[in-house]
């Protein structure tokens, strides 16, 4: 079923100019003179691009994409193969490293992810919005230092290195929030 520019809403998937995009903003323009158009932000779901497209042609035609998201749990790593397993049906599937290096810096084994699909591409991994991860390496902890201090480096176990307050010590476990590429949100 094809829908047209008028029929785009925030959250909406499609497909066009053979990419799958997620509708982030969309409005509506009458203008005093000319005819209607359609202005719209788009996320490239395959790169993660934004786009601002404008659609001239309000009758043009496009084609809703069929995008399913599926609970997983994170098993472990063999090579540059990570498997997950479905945890409505049990089935194992593997990806890529390339296709989900993004989620892979805050993700540790047993943890439970949302795995987006279109058809049998995988287009992403979701992680939680904040996760507690071990710091495995820093600079020892200065005393008398405050949160707001200028803050360090710190390599947590999965890699990932954020700037933390200068209490923190190897071995701590934080809360780390992943909407902005990690950062320190708190003590676990």
Not at 13 to 18: D, F, G, R, S, V
Not at 92 to 118: C, H, P, R, W
């Amino acid at each position: 079923m094809a829908i047209t520019p008028n029929d785009l809403k925030t959250g909406l998937t499609i497909e066009y100019n053979n990419a799958i995009w997620r509708v982030l903003e969309f409005q509506h323009v009458k203008p005093g003179k000319g005819s209607a158009f359609v202005r719209s932000k788009l996320k490239n779901l395959r790169t993660g691009a934004v786009n601002e497209i404008t659609f001239s042609n309000t009758s043009e035609k496009l084609v809703p994409a069929e995008i399913l998201t599926q609970k997983a749990t994170y098993l472990y790593a063999e090579g540059d193969q990570h498997v997950f397993m479905n945890v409505e049906t049990y089935d194992q599937f593997a990806l890529n490293e390339e296709n989900i290096k993004d989620a892979l810096k805050f993700m540790l084994e047993g943890m439970e992810v949302s795995v987006t699909t279109f058809g049998n591409e995988v287009l992403g991994v979701e992680v939680p919005k904040v996760v507690t991860l071990e710091v495995t390496e820093t600079q020892p902890a200065i005393k008398g230092a405050t949160a707001n201090g200028g803050g360090k480096p710190a390599t947590m176990e999965t890699g990932l290195v954020i700037q933390v307050p200068d209490f923190i010590n190897a071995g701590d476990k934080l809360v780390i929030n992943t909407d902005d590429n990690g950062t320190y949100k708190s003590r676990a």
